[in-house]
């Protein structure tokens, strides 16, 4: 039981980051119809903003935190402007090269200024372990958790309750309609990139002390991400929650159970499975068209 409470708990955690950032890439996609490439590169530009501004200017880490998510802001914002806004009337290949291009941008200059080496964040939490019916659990764990599910609860609040969280809703539904009913559909995109650009750098962030900050962490994080996206349903947000978590789940007690040398193999061969007999996703819908 102990080891199962603290599989779960890993699984659950390292699932949640997958899911912020496949969140990231289904709002986008809702929205502007672009699979965003680069939204793993998010996570590991918010991460080396947190490791900067902690080692550099000493902050603590919830304000190295929020200095990332203010990074993160104005990296969306230029984002919309500078890949997707250019190109916002071209065909769908066009735009999902230039989010290719931007990752590969964004990894270089990290590499750039900060250099190969790998870097850490220091947790927040004078303990290393909490105990929970035995188990010893790192706290930073139960933190992502945390997070993850007020990021969720916010999430859904946003959409169905708030005024602008419908707007945006609209856009992503139908973007013709909305401007003829006097959306701002412009403004709208580029607060939804902002928002994912949010969802990645917390994404990033929280996964910072666990693991070491690298150029190369967004690649792989967007991988795990972009095979929720697709187990769960592209284009479901419930998908993207479910598939995230459930991509760690099996990710964790696979290596504990089966082999830790193929723990990256059990989330794509989920994925190729999924693909096999259900290829719309858990919570996709089959879409027929007349020929």
């Known amino acids: 039981m102990t080891i199962i409470i603290q599989l779960l708990s890993t699984g659950l955690a390292i699932g949640s980051i997958y899911a912020l950032v496949a969140l990231g890439v289904i709002v986008i996609y809702r929205a502007a119809n672009v699979v965003n490439f680069a939204q793993g590169d998010f996570a590991m530009a918010a991460a080396f903003a947190a490791t900067v501004s902690a080692t550099t200017w000493h902050l603590s880490y919830w304000m190295a935190f929020l200095f990332a998510i203010i990074v993160m802001v104005l990296l969306g914002i230029l984002f919309e402007l500078g890949v997707y806004y250019p190109l916002r009337n071209r065909s769908f290949l066009p735009v999902i090269i230039s989010t290719i291009g931007a ?7 990290a590499l750039a200024f900060f250099g190969p080496q790998p870097r850490q964040v220091v947790s927040p939490f004078k303990i290393h372990v909490v105990d929970i019916l035995g188990a010893k659990i790192d706290p930073q764990y139960l933190l992502i958790i945390a997070v993850t599910a007020l990021l969720v609860l916010f999430q859904f609040f946003f959409f169905e309750k708030t005024l602008l969280g419908k707007k945006m809703q609209a856009t992503a539904q139908d973007k013709e309609t909305a401007r003829l009913l006097g959306i701002p ?8 990139f902002v928002y994912s650009a949010v969802l990645g750098g917390a994404a990033g962030v929280l996964v910072a002390p666990i693991f070491y900050v690298t150029t190369g962490m967004g690649v792989i994080i967007s991988l795990k991400a972009f095979a929720a996206c697709i ?3 592209f284009g479901s947000i419930t998908g993207a929650i479910i598939g995230g978590l459930g991509i760690g789940l099996i990710e964790i007690f696979g290596a504990a159970y089966i082999s830790a040398a193929y723990k990256d193999a059990f989330a794509f061969g989920v994925l190729a499975l999924v693909l096999l007999f259900r290829p719309q996703g858990i919570f996709g819908e089959k879409v027929s068209e007349k020929a």
């Open 103 to 109: 990752s590969i941008l964004l990894q270089n200059l």
């Open 185 to 192: 559909v412009t403004l709208m995109i580029a607060i939804t």
């Open 231 to 233: 187990v769960g349903g």
